[in-house]
């Protein structure tokens, strides 16, 4: 009896391994850890279903309306009806043949990297002035804002004001000093008007360049520039050889922000010379709405608009790209 009390008794031992498989096969439910990160994880979409829909509605649904327009052959009485008869490529034919819309898109590209290339110069050399200590420096820091805190608008009919022929302000000082010897024409001017609006433009885009560029020589380790100030390198050599190479990333990145924020300029130019004297300033953004809304032509207008979306579609790559350090340091720190 003993033994097969001990046999007995020893029975039931294989059986302990299957206890706790028990409550897997119950009806409790899933387990608390499981339950609570799908709960974490429903509250994260909920937060940025809001977003979600925003981007949707606000850039989804018109570039696709825009690129359904640049197809048709549109009408006022199309658009009101949202149906319009298929054209096929003719739109985009008609504005890479016609003549306006040529030089509409050079003007662009001249007036983009034109102003890219002096909003650099300035606003690094501004950057490199406030990076050292001088009286006054923190109310520069502050004045060199102001440009950027106007309405775009707003700074073309100021600049309006001071390049008119009669009783402008540029003229009046240009005369003053010895440079004109009569009043400048500047804004009727089919020579002059594009590079009235670019030095409008200028002036507008320093800010960006300087504060982003000022924050980047900050990040600059002392040592290294102490360093090679006591290895007898001269501050143009420390500029070339060490803080350019250290902030080029932020230089990299500036300049294509620049190049999207410069490329799609429209306020500024109808406030200043509303793409005129005869198409002279006209731009990509500034011919599209006149094709849009002066002459009714929207699908040309449309399929002009899908060339500024590729410039896009070309810089986003390019600026993820760029950022890939900064990328990888944030996921590695969520992680």
């Not at 050292?132 to 004045?143: A, N, W």
């Not at 600049?159 to 540029?170: R, S």
């Not at 999207?260 to 709405?289: E, R």
Request: glycine letters at 8%; hydrophobic letters at 50%.
């Amino acid at each position: 009896m003993n033994g097969k009390n001990q046999a007995g008794a020893a029975a039931p031992t294989p059986a302990s391994p299957r206890q706790p498989v028990r409550p897997r096969t119950s009806d409790a439910g899933p387990p608390p850890r499981v339950s609570a990160w799908r709960r974490r994880r429903l509250a994260g979409w909920l937060f940025l279903a809001p977003a979600i829909a925003y981007l949707l509605f606000a850039f989804l649904l018109p570039i696709i309306y825009n690129l359904m327009l640049s197809f048709e052959r549109t009408s006022p009485a199309t658009i009101a009806k949202f149906a319009a008869p298929f054209a096929g490529l003719a739109n985009y034919r008609y504005i890479f043949h016609d003549p306006t819309t040529q030089m509409a898109i050079i003007h662009t590209f001249e007036f983009t990297f034109g102003s890219l290339f002096f909003q650099f110069i300035i606003g690094f050399a501004l950057a490199l002035l406030f990076g050292t200590e001088f009286p006054g420096s923190t109310l520069g820091r502050s004045l060199v804002i102001v440009p950027w805190l106007l309405p775009l608008f707003v700074t073309g009919v100021m600049f309006k004001f001071l390049f008119q022929a009669e009783g402008g302000a540029v003229n009046q000082i240009l005369m003053a000093i010895g440079l004109a010897h009569g009043p400048i024409d500047w804004l009727n001017s089919p020579h002059l008007a594009l590079w009235t609006v670019l030095i409008a433009n200028i002036w507008l885009g320093v800010p960006f360049f300087t504060v982003l560029l000022y924050s980047a020589i900050q990040d600059v380790p002392t040592e290294v520039t102490e360093a090679a100030r006591i290895d007898g390198a001269g501050p143009w050599q420390r500029l070339v050889l060490i803080i350019v190479p250290i902030i080029l990333p932020v230089i990299e990145i500036v300049l294509l922000l620049g190049f999207v924020f410069t490329v799609k300029v429209f306020d500024l130019v109808i406030g200043l010379t509303g793409g005129g004297p005869a198409n002279s300033s006209q731009l990509i953004t500034t011919w599209s709405y006149n094709l849009s809304f002066q002459q009714f032509n929207f699908g040309q207008g449309a399929a002009l608009n899908n060339v500024l979306l590729v410039l896009a579609l070309i810089c986003s790559p390019i600026y993820l790209w760029l950022s890939r350090d900064s990328l990888r340091g944030s996921s590695g720190a969520g992680r």
